[in-house]
C-alpha cells in the first residue's frame, strides 16, 4: 500500500473474534490513528449485531484505544438509521463517543 494510504482496522463483529484478536495484538505493537466498529451490523448476513449488544462491545473492545488517541468510527451500517441512532445513545448512556460515522452505500 502507499506510504500516503493509511490502513484502518476494522473488528469486524463477534463471529469474527480470532481476526479481531490479531489486530490487536497488530495494533499493540502499533497503534493506529483510527478504528472502525463492524461491518454492517444490521444485516443478518453480515455481523448482524443487536444494537445494544454492540454498544456492549465496543465499549469493552474499541472504545479503550481512544485513551491511546485512537479516532474511533461507528460501526459501518448498510440502511437501519434506528439501529444507529440506538447504538449511539447507548454507548453515549455508557460514557462513551465516536468520533465519526461510518456507513456503506449501494446504490442499485
Not at 463471529?15 to 443478518?44: C, G, I, Y
Amino acid at each position: 500500500m502507499p506510504s500516503k494510504n493509511e490502513f484502518v482496522p476494522m473488528f469486524w463483529g463477534t463471529s469474527k473474534w480470532n481476526l479481531w484478536n490479531q489486530r490487536v495484538a497488530e495494533m499493540k505493537k502499533k497503534t493506529p490513528k483510527h478504528l472502525m466498529a463492524f461491518n454492517e451490523p444490521d444485516v443478518k448476513s453480515q455481523a448482524s449485531m443487536d444494537a445494544h449488544y454492540a454498544a456492549n462491545v465496543y465499549m469493552k473492545e474499541i472504545y479503550p484505544w481512544a485513551k491511546k488517541g485512537v479516532k474511533l468510527g461507528s460501526p459501518a451500517i448498510v440502511w437501519d438509521l434506528n439501529w444507529m441512532a440506538t447504538f449511539l445513545k447507548a454507548v453515549e448512556q455508557q460514557g462513551g463517543h465516536v468520533d465519526f460515522l461510518c456507513l456503506h452505500w449501494y446504490v442499485i
